[in-house]
């Protein structure tokens, strides 16, 4: 199955093929068992072609970007997953950003900041590509992508789209992606605003020194693991509540920093975070009765 695959993807002119890779290299969280097929896509084509492959043969597929948000099992991945780490071109436009799926959010955020456009503020510290930003409505200090996005180029159903913001059912922490895995992000055009760049480097910085103070920047992890109950409830409190603070299965912790970050302290495997995921909720449904919903994709764990 795997050379035949290789040989067909060779034959589509898909050329940087790589077999049986392992995805902890490829995910924040460092963990992650290997790809039967695995593909650094360098245009829309790379894509396109490679799911519409997948689509004909009944070959499970999987796009992934920074791997920031994303818990991927350790067994193999019986498919092919497509990185788009390197559909990472974007262009301004007055007031207006053009930007590929595979665009590194910090670093849009501060190239935007230089250049006087405020709205991006809230991703500065937020480390994932503009993809996976979209596919969650990631967001932060009450803002969220739903706030800066015009429209969003999609592959549906074998055709290039663009959606406006209202077609993609924002919500907290949501979007209509969620539901139509079928309909990738491939790009996305932002509306920003101008104003003093010197007054959104300060809020930029304000809020980089205060997540360094506050949350584990520097540790292998996937950033917020669970998505808040309410909004009068804040998912670290409840594990603090529940005592978990510190906790450790193996290599995976509950952050002393931050108690609504898992960490893999050096050699945690998939299944001791996700071991670890499991037990905070069941340690914090038995405590407060508050069911805690992952922010994290869950890949391959079926």
């Known amino acids: 199955m795997k050379n035949k695959i290789i040989s067909d993807l060779h034959a589509l002119e898909i050329k940087d093929i790589i077999e049986n890779e392992p995805l902890y290299k490829h995910t924040t969280f460092k963990v992650g068992g290997p790809a039967l097929v695995f593909i650094e896509a360098h245009s829309f084509n790379d894509v396109t072609k490679t799911i519409d492959y997948a689509l004909q043969y009944h070959i499970k597929y999987l796009i992934i970007g920074n791997g920031s948000n994303i818990l991927v099992s350790d067994k193999l991945f019986q498919g092919i997953v497509i990185s788009t780490k390197y559909l990472n071109s974007f262009e301004l436009n007055d007031n207006y950003v053009y930007a590929m799926c595979g665009v590194n959010l910090i670093a849009l955020a501060y190239h935007t900041a230089q250049a006087s456009l405020s709205g991006m503020e809230f991703a500065s510290g937020i480390p994932g590509c503009i993809g996976g930003s979209v596919f969650m409505n990631a967001g932060a200090y009450k803002k969220e992508m739903a706030d800066i996005i015009k429209e969003v180029l999609v592959y549906d159903n074998h055709q290039l789209k663009w959606l406006d913001k209202a077609e993609l059912a924002f919500s907290y922490r949501h979007s209509i992606f969620q539901e139509r895995r079928d309909m990738v992000i491939l790009a996305v055009n932002l509306e920003l605003e101008f104003a003093c760049k010197e ?94 919903h992952v922010e994290v994709e869950l890949i391959n764990f079926e």
């Not at 959104?200 to 949350?215: D, G, Y």
């Not at 998505?227 to 409830?233: A, E, L, Q, V």
């Not at 998912?235 to 960490?263: P, T």
């Open 199 to 292: 007054k959104i480097m300060e809020l930029i910085e304000t809020r980089k020194q205060k997540r360094q103070a506050t949350q584990p920047y520097d540790a292998f992890c996937a950033g917020s693991t669970f998505k808040n109950p309410s909004i009068d409830t804040s998912s670290w409190q409840l594990i603090d509540e529940a005592n978990l603070r510190g906790y450790k299965i193996n290599d995976a912790q509950v952050s002393m920093k931050h108690s609504n970050f898992i960490i893999n302290r050096d050699r945690a495997s998939a299944k001791d975070v996700y071991d670890l995921i499991n037990l905070v909720k069941k340690r914090v449904q038995e405590k407060a009765n508050i069911t805690l």
